[in-house]
C-alpha cells in the first residue's frame, strides 16, 4: 500500500493557458509527454463500494492497464491523504495485494457482480517541480471530462502530488501558483464527481460538521482540526454558491467563516498574537462582502413574507401596501444576490483558503501552553465563555436594543465553544444544555431581525406614506412576537445560569 499526498486545485478551462505559461510550472522539468487516460470506475449495481467510500477504477494509458483500489480520503482544502493499491490489470480483478482485511474482504465477496458505472478519460500533462534536493512535486495538469451514461461534466485540475518533502510544501507552492492564477481547492475526486453525475445529485448546502476532537490530543492539534473542519464547510458552500447560486450556500458559507473567527479567538491564549489578529480581519473581511445579501433574504423571509401572507391580520389598503413594500424588498434581495455571486471571485476564495491551510500547517508546535491538557483548557475558555453570558445578561435586564444583542453573540460564542468542545462533555447534559441555549439564541435572533427591520423598512420605504406606513404596520405585527421572545429568552439564560454547566464535573 502507497500513501498519496497530493492538493487537488480547479480553474476555468480558460486559465489554463496562463498556468502553463506561469515561470514555476514552465519552469519544471516535463515528465515525458502529454498521456490520455482512460479509467472506468466499477461497483455493484447498488454501489456497494460507495456506501464504504471505495473507488475502484481500471487505467488505460497507451498499451499498459492498470487496477487501483483507493479508499476515503482525509481531505482539507484540496489537501488529500489516502491509502492505495495499484497493480497490472489482466482482464480481471486481482485484490491479493489490498493488505486492508477489510477492504479486501468487501472487494472479494462482490467481486463477480462489479460493473462498469462511470469513466473519465482526460489529458494529462505532468512536470516535475523540484526546488532543492529535499522537495520533489509533481505538477499534473488534467483536462478532459466525467461521463455517466449520457451525462458529461468537464475536468479542469491542477494536482499537485508529494514525491518528497512535507505537505506543507505543496501548500506552499499552491499558494504562489494561486497569486496569479485562479485555483480552487477541490476536496471532490474524480470517483466522487462520476457517481454524483451517475446519480443525478446536486451540490447541498454544507453545515458545520460534528466535532471529531478527543481529549488524548493537544490544544494545537484540536485547533488544526477544528479549523479544517470550519475550511470544509467554506469551501464546499463556495464551490456550490458558484455552481448554483441558492441562497443557502452564501449563508452556510458566512456561517463557516463565523465559527473560524470565533475559534482563532477561543483558542487566542495559545496561538502567535499576529496569526490571529491577521486571520481574524481576512476572515471577517470576506464574511462583510457577503452580509447584505444575508441580512435582506432575512428581512423579506422572515420579516416581511408572513405579514403579506395573513390575510386576516390586515385591510385590504393595509395589504397593497405591504405588499407593494415586500416587492420592493424582493427586487434589492434579487440585486444584493446578484452581487454577492458577483464577489464570490473563485479565485480570491481559493488565495484565501490555501493561505489559510498553508498557515494552518505551519504554526509552531510548543510554547508557554504546551503541556496543557485539552479539557483543562476547554472548562477554562468554556467557563469564561459563561463569564460573559452572564455578564451580558444583567445588562440586558434594560431589554434595550444593544444589550439585547450583545447577550445574543456571546450566547453565538458559547454555543460555538460547546460544539467545538463537546466530545469531551458528557454527552447528555450537554445537548440539554445546549438545545436551551440554541433557543434562546433563535429567540433574540429575531429581536435582532426585527430591530433591524425598523431602521431597513424605513429607508426603503423613504418618502412614500403609505410604504411608511406598511412599514410602521409590520413592525406592529411581530410586536406581540418580539416581546414574547425577548421574555422567554432571558428567562431561558437565568436558568441556564442558574444549573450546573455540563463541564462543571472536569473543573
Known amino acids: ?233 467554506w469551501q464546499a458552500n463556495a464551490v456550490g454558491a458558484t455552481e448554483d447560486g441558492a441562497p443557502e450556500f452564501i449563508h452556510q458559507l458566512r456561517v463557516a467563516l463565523r465559527r473560524l473567527r470565533t475559534l482563532l479567538s477561543l483558542f487566542a491564549p495559545l496561538l502567535p498574537p499576529e496569526f490571529v489578529e491577521h486571520w481574524r480581519a481576512r476572515l471577517g473581511e470576506n464574511a462583510r462582502t457577503f452580509a447584505e445579501a444575508r441580512d435582506l433574504d432575512v428581512l423579506y423571509d422572515e420579516i416581511l413574507a408572513p405579514v403579506a401572507t395573513d390575510e386576516a391580520g390586515h385591510s385590504g389598503s393595509e395589504a397593497d401596501s405591504v405588499i407593494a413594500l415586500a416587492e420592493r424588498i424582493r427586487t434589492e434581495c434579487e440585486r444584493a444576490r446578484s452581487e454577492s455571486l458577483h464577489a464570490l471571485d473563485p479565485a480570491a476564495q481559493g488565495r484565501l483558503m490555501i493561505g489559510l491551510t498553508a498557515a494552518l500547517h505551519a504554526l509552531p508546535d510548543g510554547g508557554a501552553n504546551a503541556g496543557l491538557a485539552l479539557t483543562d483548557f476547554a472548562v477554562r475558555e468554556l467557563e469564561r465563555l459563561r463569564k460573559k453570558v452572564r455578564r451580558r445578561h444583567a445588562a440586558a435586564a434594560d431589554r434595550s436594543r444593544t444589550h439585547l444583542h450583545a447577550l445574543r453573540i456571546a450566547l453565538k460564542r458559547l454555543r460555538y465553544a460547546i460544539e467545538f468542545f463537546a466530545p469531551l462533555l458528557p454527552a447528555k447534559p450537554a445537548r440539554r444544555y445546549l438545545a436551551t441555549l440554541v433557543r434562546a439564541q433563535d429567540a433574540l435572533g429575531f429581536v435582532h431581525d426585527v430591530d433591524v427591520a425598523r431602521v431597513r423598512l424605513a429607508h426603503y420605504a423613504g418618502d412614500d406614506a403609505p410604504l411608511r406606513a406598511a412599514a410602521a404596520f409590520v413592525c406592529g405585527w411581530h410586536g406581540p412576537g418580539y416581546a414574547r421572545l425577548g421574555r422567554r429568552a432571558l428567562r431561558d439564560v437565568a436558568r441556564l445560569l442558574r444549573e450546573d454547566a455540563p463541564w462543571a464535573t472536569h473543573g
Open 1 to 233: 500500500m502507497s500513501q498519496e499526498i497530493e492538493l487537488k486545485l480547479a480553474l476555468p478551462p480558460k486559465a489554463l493557458a496562463a498556468l502553463r505559461r506561469h515561470p514555476l510550472v514552465a519552469g519544471a522539468a516535463r515528465q515525458g509527454s502529454a498521456k490520455t487516460l482512460d479509467n472506468t470506475y466499477f461497483d455493484t449495481p447498488d454501489l456497494r463500494l460507495q456506501a464504504r467510500k471505495i473507488a475502484l477504477r481500471t487505467r488505460r494509458q497507451g498499451r499498459i492497464e492498470l487496477q487501483t483500489v483507493k479508499c476515503a480520503a482525509e481531505s482539507t482544502a484540496g489537501l488529500t491523504s489516502r491509502p492505495e493499491w495499484e497493480q497490472p490489470f489482466s482482464g480481471s480483478f486481482d485484490f491479493s495485494a489490498v493488505d486492508a482485511p477489510k477492504v479486501r474482504k468487501l472487494l472479494v465477496r462482490h467481486a463477480s457482480a462489479l460493473v462498469p458505472v462511470f469513466s473519465t478519460r482526460f489529458r494529462r500533462e505532468t512536470r516535475l517541480y523540484a526546488p532543492d534536493d529535499k522537495v520533489r512535486i509533481l505538477m499534473m495538469i488534467d483536462t478532459g471530462e466525467v461521463v455517466a451514461g449520457d451525462q458529461r461534466a468537464p475536468i479542469s485540475e491542477l494536482e499537485l502530488e508529494l514525491v518528497a518533502g512535507e505537505p506543507l510544501d505543496l501548500l506552499l507552492l499552491a499558494c504562489r501558483l494561486a497569486a496569479d492564477n485562479p485555483l480552487m481547492p477541490s476536496d471532490i475526486s474524480k470517483a466522487e464527481r462520476g457517481y454524483a453525475l451517475h446519480l443525478g445529485t446536486r451540490h447541498e448546502p454544507a453545515r458545520a460538521e460534528p466535532s471529531a476532537i478527543s481529549a488524548d490530543e493537544s490544544p494545537l492539534a484540536a485547533f488544526r482540526a477544528l479549523a479544517y473542519s470550519c475550511l470544509r464547510q
